[in-house]
């Protein structure tokens, strides 16, 4: 099956520094890679769409400027949590879509992202 | 906007037993797709099963089966011969694409607990 993976699995920060958490589709080129933010006991919650070469698309109340999103490659999307803050301790899970005939979306292991 | 809507936050049977877990969704879109996710402990996201719209066979994997009723709107999973493995959240997807292009809304999820 389709394998992707995330990195690092957990990060403890500071307030105010940021954070780089990368998302890699290890035998397969997405389409399309998505970040979500789960919080505890609760479900997943989509944040952006991103798609190789373009401008991430962002779901309404995500703030952009917070949450970069670089697509480099097919294989390959970063989000970067800037000047973190206490409240954006979350999980962070990517998923990767591929196309064609069983078009779906598989999910990275995530990454436990923890603010001081 | 889609909604996911899971009504039972958590669920116990003895092993061997048969569960059903709900879904019901809200759309105005008459093609879509509907995934059933696993998430353990380990918190990797699972693809159980998913659903065509314009499918009207219910989609099986194993002991995994799907009771689609496209009228209402409906989206039940039904687990036979439920095993201690297959404790875990589980959580309802909508998409209006096959899964590759378009990000999933989740539902708030199911706590499933097979007891020995």
């Known amino acids: 099956g389709a394998v992707v993976s995330q990195h690092p699995s957990r990060v403890i920060c500071k307030s105010g520094t940021s954070v780089k958490i990368e998302c890699r589709s290890l035998?397969?080129?997405?389409?399309?890679m998505f970040w979500y933010r789960q919080f505890p006991k609760q479900s997943l919650m989509l944040m952006a769409t991103?798609?190789?070469?373009?401008?991430?698309?962002?779901e309404q109340g995500v703030e952009k400027d917070k949450f970069l999103i670089n697509h480099a490659s097919l294989t390959l999307s970063t989000l970067t949590v800037t000047s973190a803050h206490p409240e954006d301790s979350s999980f962070y899970i990517c998923?990767?879509?591929?196309?064609?005939?069983?078009?779906?979306?598989?999910f990275g292991p995530g990454t436990r992202l923890l603010v001081l | 906007a889609q909604t996911v809507t899971q009504s039972q936050p958590e669920m116990s049977v003895q092993e061997a037993e048969t569960v059903t877990l709900s879904c019901t969704y809200d759309?105005?879109?008459?093609?879509?797709?509907l995934f059933w996710y696993k998430q353990p402990p380990s918190r990797q996201m699972i693809l159980v099963i998913r659903?065509?719209?314009?499918?009207?066979q219910n989609a099986t994997e194993n002991r995994f089966s799907v009771n689609f009723q496209k009228a209402a709107k409906s989206f039940s999973l039904k687990i036979s011969d439920s095993q201690l493995g297959d404790t875990a959240m589980y959580f309802c997807?909508?998409?209006?694409?096959?899964?590759?292009?378009?990000?999933?809304?989740f539902g708030k999820g199911t706590h499933l607990i097979i007891q020995p």
């Open positions: 997807a909508f998409t209006n694409s096959g899964g590759g292009a378009d990000g999933l809304t």
């Open positions: 991103s798609n190789e070469g373009s401008k991430a698309t962002y």
């Open positions: 759309t105005s879109e008459n093609n879509y797709y």
């Open positions: 998923s990767a879509g591929t196309s064609g005939l069983m078009e779906t979306q598989y």
């Open positions: 659903q065509e719209a314009y499918k009207q």
């Open positions: 035998d397969f080129q997405a389409t399309t």
